[in-house]
């Protein structure tokens, strides 16, 4: 799938995003440091910010044509969101976190139904908990189960390791790689690490004070 | 207790229950405005929604009693169309306890939604949420505490007016007597051991709505 950016302006605190860029990789890193405008390419790109220009297109949906105001409503944008925080509902259960976007029937065993993305990503015994009990890891987990649940066209997956330890982050590694290969959506990986990039993205967009300054395969 | 402190006590009771129900509704959405959209007019709004709390109760009566007079613009609309008063009856007093604990329920309520963290909002949005139904199952059930904290607040708050009330709807035994206004007048007439008593209640009473509504806020905080 397609991820079309054109024509990208957002004015942000010390300078604008500009970004230009045509994205057809199914896994690609946004790689840069802390700062660099990264996250607020994600939230514009999911429609939480309001550029100044922009024309979105994902495949052949376009989301935003600041032209023609045209602006696709965050909550049809069928677009997965973990944010660095993860942003799980404190006052849910980790079930009723993984049904609240759930577009499938409950027992369906389809690749975006409850049943399979829970056993991908092996949080079955997790559900009954509360999710502020678990530990980083599954957090993490059900952050990311939650978005595939609600049958995402992209995963959009900001920073989604940074808080967790060495340790934790080989063990996360292989689930977000098993979600690359197994749900076969679009993912953009925004990191700082490039170690992650090199075990999870085909490629990278090296991001500089709001411009994307060179692209890299990975081999 | 006497028949009459207990008629009088429910009645309080009563009408400051009624008024924060019937500012529910505007208060949540008063304050959701204030914390979490940007407009023209919003400081205009959050000063006249705060005036009663600033200005002097008698003021906030006398403006109310113009309105919903026999002879002002609402209170002469309904004696005319629905041949009822407002003023000087159980009505006028639920109108005054409604506009002067107005305020208190809305700064508790925006307070608790500006500390909801918007982004658990955003993502809620990300996984296909409209508006409402972010609002009632994730903005509101996180800010809970701080609204029933809110409506204790301006329940205690309704317990104990007096300016306004007096002004609205005077004082007419069993009919618009409230808890305070029924002090100042056992007072007045030399009915020291029946104005004791009433304190008594009265302290009582709002004891437990602010000590309860400090319970609610100390748990949200604790979460």
């Known amino acids: 799938m397609n991820l079309l950016l054109k024509n990208i302006s957002l004015p942000l605190a010390d300078f604008s995003l500009v970004v230009d860029v045509e994205i057809q990789n199914q896994s690609t890193a946004i790689f840069g440091p802390s700062g660099a405008g990264k996250t607020s390419l994600l939230d514009l790109i999911a429609g939480l910010r309001h550029p100044r220009s922009a024309f979105v297109q994902l495949g052949d949906r376009v989301l935003t044509n600041t032209a023609t105001r045209t602006r696709v409503p965050t909550r049809h944008r069928q677009i997965g969101y973990v944010p660095q925080d993860l942003a799980l509902f404190p006052h849910l259960s980790v079930e009723q976190n993984l049904l609240y976007g759930c577009k499938e029937n409950r027992n369906s065993n389809s690749l975006f139904g409850y049943e399979h993305v829970t056993q991908v990503l092996e949080i079955g015994p997790l559900v009954s908990r509360r999710v502020t009990n678990l530990s980083g890891g599954e957090k993490q987990r059900v952050a990311l189960a939650r978005a595939l649940l609600a049958s995402p066209q992209i995963l959009l997956l900001d920073e989604p390791l940074a808080s967790l330890d060495t340790m934790l982050k080989s063990k996360i590694i292989p689930y977000l790689a098993r979600i690359r290969d197994d749900f076969k959506i679009p993912m953009l990986y925004v990191t700082h690490d490039w170690a992650e990039v090199q075990a999870l993205c085909a490629e990278a967009l090296i991001m500089e004070r709001g411009r994307i300054v060179r692209r890299e395969s990975i081999l | ?223």
Do not use: C
């Open chain 2, 1 to 223: 207790m006497t028949a009459e402190e207990w008629q009088l006590l429910s009645f309080t009771a009563w009408v400051s229950a009624l008024s924060t129900l019937i500012i529910l509704p505007f208060g949540l959405a008063t304050a959701w405005l204030l914390a979490r959209r940007n407009w023209p007019g919003k400081s205009l709004v959050e000063t006249v929604v705060s005036l009663p709390l600033v200005m002097p109760p008698v003021a906030t009566g006398l403006i109310l009693l113009k309105i919903l007079g026999e002879r002002g613009p609402v209170g002469g609309f309904f004696y005319r169309h629905f041949n009822f008063d407002i003023a000087f009856t159980w009505r006028g007093v639920l109108i005054a306890l409604a506009v002067m604990s107005f305020p208190l329920l809305v700064r508790s309520t925006r307070l608790a939604f500006e500390q909801v963290n918007p982004r658990l909002e955003q993502i809620a949005r990300t996984l296909g949420a409209s508006n409402t139904r972010v609002f009632w199952t994730i903005t509101l059930p996180l800010a809970s505490h701080g609204v029933v904290g809110g409506m204790l607040l301006g329940f205690a708050r309704a317990l104990g007016e007096f300016g306004a009330t007096i002004m609205v709807a005077g004082y007419i035994s069993g009919k618009t007597a409230t808890l305070s206004t029924e002090i100042y007048h056992a007072f007045n007439n030399g009915e020291d051991a029946h104005a004791y008593r009433l304190l008594g209640f009265s302290v009582a009473l709002a004891f437990i709505a602010v000590w309860s509504s400090e319970w609610f806020m100390r748990r949200k905080k604790s979460r």
